[in-house]
């Protein structure tokens, strides 16, 4: 079994920045590929950004491309979402994900394990 942490999240103004970490344990996670998603409230869960596994192959959803960038570091078993220029809507929970394939995928049903999340707020 994977056990995933997310950290980092937390209140920050329009135009500001915050870095994502997710954490591993109970096994390496340095051969599967991760991902992450956000859920607003009354909406459902979306893709943000995945990553293969190694780091070599990633992928961003329209609304965040250009602002936010994804990395690991398989030596620490993390998983990282660097946000840049972040704006009102991007205000929601936000869950790393991990598939045992190396693969990157964009769908969340393809993820077999999840963290509980971590509360992004961006204020105007």
């Known amino acids: 079994q994977v056990q995933l942490v997310e950290s980092g999240g937390g209140l920050v103004q329009a135009g500001g920045s915050l870095r994502l970490s997710c954490a591993a344990s109970?096994?390496?996670?340095?051969?599967?590929?991760m991902g992450w998603f956000r859920q607003a409230p009354g909406k459902e869960r979306e893709f943000v950004a995945a990553i293969n596994w190694s780091g070599g192959n990633t992928y961003y959803a329209d609304s965040v491309k250009g602002r936010f960038t994804i990395s690991r570091d398989n030596a620490k078993n993390t998983l990282y979402l660097q946000m840049n220029s972040l704006k009102p809507e991007d205000t929601a929970a936000y869950y790393c994900a991990a598939r045992p394939r190396g693969s990157l995928n964009l769908i969340r049903a393809m993820y077999d394990y999840w963290g509980q999340g971590t509360q992004v707020t961006v204020s105007s």
């Open positions: 109970g096994r390496t996670v340095s051969n599967y590929a």
